[in-house]
């Protein structure tokens, strides 16, 4: 009975137990604070990367926007003038385009080998996911802020809660498209694919989420299109936030309200990053 007896000092004790946990859970919240400082550092390191993200949406709000605002005039832009009805657009393109392209980075890490040496570390695969999410997001969010110089030159003016509640929305938008984008990416193997997919994949989203033209007039067909369009539900709450004048959007005779709007875009996000960390957790 002595020998086959256990004795308790044998047994692992709940505090070592506990202790590796708690290790383990540092590790992973380290990874994903590393991932997401990679991201910052890389912005800040590529100057060209912000002041292209910037001039593109100040070219469409200046240029477009002056070239259409006396043909679509105050009625065809919802109820405002045009470069006012564009320049929420433009927040939320600088945030598309930046949230789809920061995914650009998981496939050249893929391409150059340091992809597989994050993927053999000793931390779960969701909490790279997590970082990527936190650092593509933040990255297009400090974008889309640095263009809220350009809003007394259209009209737009903020107030304390208007401005919060844009950014709110910003950061909703930021959160759902970076998640989509690392699907796409997590799937691809090289630059060049990932640079066609997304212009595919990018372009339909960004005319068809309402950010250029109001979506009241539309065809059937291409209304049915941009209700479908997760985009369309960020871009309406950051305009209707920024210009509480502007038209509602409309499904199905439904005035979708702010919260709808948040919703819509919360749930997608949050299906996107799960698929993500799926995907992630096949990838060899």
Known sequence: MADTAIRAHELPSSGAATTRRDSSFRRNVRAMLMVWRRDIIR?????????????????????LGAGLEAAIGNRGAAGVDYQQYLFPGILGMSVLTSSLFSAMAIVWDREFGFMREMLVAPISRSSLVLGKALGGGSVSVMQGIVLVVAAPLVGVSFTVKSFF??????????????????????????????????ALVMQPMLFLSGAIFPLGKLPDWL???????????????????????????????????????AVITLGFGTAMLLLAIKLFDRTE
């Open 165 to 198: 509640e844009m950014l709110g929305f910003l950061l909703l938008l930021a959160f759902a498209l970076t998640a989509f984008g690392m699907v796409i990416s997590s799937r691809i193997q090289r630059m060049e694919s990932f640079q066609m997919v997304m």
């Open 43 to 63: 912005l800040f390191r590529m100057p060209t990367r912000l002041i292209s993200g910037i001039a593109q949406p100040l070219l469409f709000l200046f240029v």
């Open 223 to 261: 209304g049915v299109v941009t209700r479908l369009n997760p985009a369309t539900y960020g871009i309406d709450a950051i305009r209707r936030s920024v210009l509480p004048g502007s038209a509602k959007l409309d499904i199905l005779g439904w005035n979708v309200p702010l919260w709808a709007d």
